[in-house]
């Protein structure tokens, strides 16, 4: 609206993969301008996968001249900015003398004076939405309309999220505080479902099934919808009964997933026959937990052992998917195993069977469908005698079963959270990894982390053996990874200059990185250590005194004595 986007133009976006940075992107693609981007490195290839081709890291004044030996000098049409300090007159050395200079940023930002005295025919805009919407709210309604429906249209796409419950806001607010994320971060209520909707499991008459139907029931389900090739068994039907009695609908569904005309037949009073047509009770959500084991080592096994395992999972979770995939669900999980992640002899058939789950809930979300796949370990309590005997074997493998009221509570958590795939695995690494060679994706549990005393001697050896000149680079990229550790950033994103709080320090990572510090340098800093030394440069001058006292007096007196010298020399020979 206001920078009058169009084809051909060129726009710069400042901290283009954060929420805001991401919308604008979109609009851009859609106008047909031509789009540079700032955002840390670290983020460069999620900017690339939305088609982005020219990107500049947003922690460096270098833009400037990369974008104008792109541009030939032209510069930019349209400049958005949320980024402080010298980036803004940076920026503006770009900008066309006829440009539009978008600033949304709060800290330190400039005024129209300041703008107009380097370029005095440039639009320059500050945007701040509270008062829009309180001095314009007809123009933000319009506008908000043609938004929606252009994601009604497809037009636009919602931005990715990460998701926190309420109970984890602190954690929340960390992560934004480090800009670990990418798109937005939200922040949800407790885990409640719809009661006029349908909640469909898999393999929901089997121990696992039940169980989950009685956690979504405690959840808000009215309406639970049970899918199995038998008949109930005598405690399934015992605890199908509770749940009617607490008033929920319960409709058993036998059938075989993997035949997609029965399957879609039994359930076609939950599905829309047309986009205009709504079923009383619509499907919204699935959980597919059907599966089977038949076990044997891979040069014995038979295709119809591959068949047995495979059908269940992989036929079936492809008919939920075509079945459902027009459809608005709240929620798509498959229940993987950690056989996936982690292997299991005599189980080729069903690693393969619940590989194709984590790559359908990967395939789900690239078509921006909801799914998430749960590499489950075993569980406690739970399943047929196979099963049972392949909890002994996973035990003696050192992965230990979860016990049924534990994997609930993470059940929940990843509801809030959905993720696209995660392995929750009760597993014993130093005896899981004595079983044989695994990939270099297992080093990472190997490897005990040194105790504090142990890293404080070794940074003190390395010190030691250094020569003068050296000790202060290493005691800087010692200082370097700390810093980055505690920020969450790559080391090599960690300018020395800029300042500790210009990095995104606040005063509890501040008492981080000081405790850090001292643990591994071996004495006590002052709590104000960061406020008085306030980047990597003053920081590593500071310690290193401190460390090595005496070289800092000899360099001291070295200085006094070169100033004497060359006082001496300038003097007449009888003063």
Known sequence: HLGKISAGKRVLIHAAAGGLGQAAIQLAQQAGAEIFATASTGKWDYLKSLGVKQIMNSRSLNFAEEINSITNGEGVDIILNSLSGEFIPASLSLLKEDGCFLEIGKLDIWDKTQVHQQLPNADYHIVDMVQLCQQ???????????LMAKF????????????????????????????????????????????NGSYLITGGLGGLGILTAQ????????????????????????????????????????????????????????????????PPIPIRGIIHAAGMLDDSAIQNMTWGQMER???????????????TKDINLDFFILYSSAVSLVGSPGQANHVAANTFLDSLAHYRQSLELPATSINWGTWSNIGEAAEKQADKRMSQLGVNAIAPQQGIAILEQLFIASPTQVGVVDI???????????SSFFNQFKQSKPTQKTTQINL?????????TEKRSLLLDYLRSELSRVLGFQASEVDTKTGFFDLGMDSLTAIEFKNRLQDSIGFTLPSTVAFDYPNLGTLTDYVLDKMFPEEANADEEADIADLLA???????GEE
């Open 215 to 278: 956690w979504l029931a405690e959840k808000g389900a009215r309406n639970l919808i049970l899918l199995g090739r038998r008949k109930p068994s005598i405690y399934a039907q015992q605890e199908i009964a509770k749940l009617q009695q607490q008033g929920i609908n319960v409709d058993i569904i036998q059938t075989d997933i993997t035949d997609l005309e029965a399957l879609q037949n039994n359930l076609s009073p939950y599905l829309p026959v047309s986009s205009a047509s709504h």
């Open 460 to 468: 003190q050896a390395e010190l030691d053996k250094a020569i003068p």
């Open 136 to 146: 314009q709210p007809d123009l933000i309604q319009s506008i908000l309309s043609e």
């Open 309 to 323: 395992v495979l059908h269940p999972k992989v036929t079936g979770a492809w008919n939920l998917h075509n079945l």
């Open 566 to 572: 060359a006082e001496l020399a300038a003097l007449e």
């Open 428 to 438: 014993n690494w130093n005896k899981f990894l004595k079983q044989g060679e695994f």
């Open 152 to 195: 009604d249209n497809r037009e636009l796409q919602p931005l990715p999220k990460k998701v926190f419950p309420l109970a984890q806001a602190k954690s929340a607010f960390r992560y934004l505080q480090q800009a670990k994320h990418i798109g937005k971060i939200v922040i949800t209520p407790e885990l409640t479902l719809d009661e």
